[in-house]
Each structure stands twice: as C-alpha cells, then as structure tokens.
C-alpha cells in the first residue's frame, strides 16, 4: 500500500516543469505574436450596434448564467444581478449601448430593465425552478400587460 501513495504523490519531473513553463509562456505572449488581435481592444473606432444575433447570443448567455448561479443556490436578486451585469458589460463594453436599428445608446436603466425582463422570461422556460413564485407572478402580470388587448 506504500508503494501506491508513494507513487501517487511524486512530484513532476523537470521535463514536465519544462514543458509548463513554455506553455504558459506560449500563451501569454500570443497577443504580442497576433499585432491585430492585440489592437482589437485597443481600438479607438465607433462602436457599431450590436446585432440581432449578438443580442440573442447575450441574452441566452445571460439566461444560462442566471440558471447556473441559481443552481448554485445564489439568491435571486445578487443570481439576476450577475447575469445583467454579464450582459451589460459586453453590450455598452462592446457596442457602446447600441443595438439593432439604434442611432443613439439606449439609457442604462431602460437596457437593465428589459434584460432583467428578458432573463427572468428566459428562466421560467429554461430553469423554471430557479424563479420563486412571486417573481414568477411579477413577471407574467408584467407580460399580460404588454400584449395587445383585444377590443
């Protein structure tokens, strides 16, 4: 049995050192080899408005991180205030607040309120265990007041 941990718990030999330590290296001077990926961040241009697409690809991700943080037991509002803060960051981070068929950013609060919308909508179909009652309640009040009513 000695033998077994022994084993175990040997420490790497100086060639896997070796070979971690040029790896690490590898990546870290990739963006000083790839001028162009480097600048990318750098970029001084306007920024162009997010596509639908992006927008999508944002909200679902958002929607994914809220699942994940719920099912992590996180409570609802810091769960919610996570996956808003994800999506906030890239949207005005990125395309400086605008999005598809915008001339102009749209207000922080406003995006906020409509992603917190969008994620919680996104939850009930994805992680409908993640949303408490109550919210559940809030939200689809809020959803039967958007629809057109029939007269």
Known sequence: M????RKILTLPGPKVIR???AAAALVLAA???SPATALAQASKDKPTPAT?????????????TFCEARAQKIDFNKSLAVALAGQLHVIYGKHGGLLPGTKDPLPEKQFLNNAGFMIVGGALKFCPKSVPAAEKARFEKAAASLKPSKK
């Open 52 to 64: 639908a697409m992006e927008v999508n690809t944002y909200g679902v991700m958002s929607i994914a």
């Open 19 to 21: 070979r971690s330590c």
């Open 2 to 5: 000695g033998g077994k941990l």
């Open 31 to 33: 963006p000083l080899l």
